[in-house]
Nanobody, 123 residues
Framework: QAQLVESGGGLVQPGGSLRLSCAVS?????????????MAWYRQAPGKQRELVAS???????KYGDSVKGRFTISRDNAKNTVYLQMDSLKPEDTAVYYC????????????WGQGTQVTVSS
């Protein structure tokens, strides 16, 4: 079972930027296998359900939720087993714990959830 370690969160003012990273343990998932996975970022705000924010396929095709389209950019480095989320023009409503995972059928995911990284957007 892969271990997911998210990092890069913090407190930022509205309009600011953050870059999140998600490392997938190489001991469980080789670089070759990781490169074959679609990966995604999710977030969960207080009192709300976890939602899909962005995804990236093995070929680099990306999809974004409507609320982040044009502001967030997902990318990956297969050599490092890492997925990134560049977040620009942050808004208070982006405040949440951010997680990464490998999306499965429907709303399922293949891996256990990591600890996530807290993003707080506030002045």
């Amino acid at each position: 079972q892969a271990q997911l370690v998210e990092s890069g969160g913090g407190l930022v003012q509205p309009g600011g930027s953050l870059r999140l990273s998600c490392a997938v343990s190489r001991s469980a998932v080789s670089r070759t296998i990781f490169s074959g996975y679609t990966m995604a970022w999710y977030r969960q705000a207080p009192g709300k359900q976890r939602e899909l924010v962005a995804s990236i396929t093995t070929g680099g095709s990306t999809k974004y939720g409507d609320s982040v389209k044009g502001r967030f950019t997902i990318s990956r480095d297969n050599a490092k087993n890492t997925v990134y989320l560049q977040m620009d023009s942050l808004k208070p409503e982006d405040t949440a714990v951010y997680y990464c995972n490998r999306p499965g059928p429907g709303t399922s995911t293949y891996f256990y959830w990591g600890q996530g990284t807290q993003v707080t957007v506030s002045s």
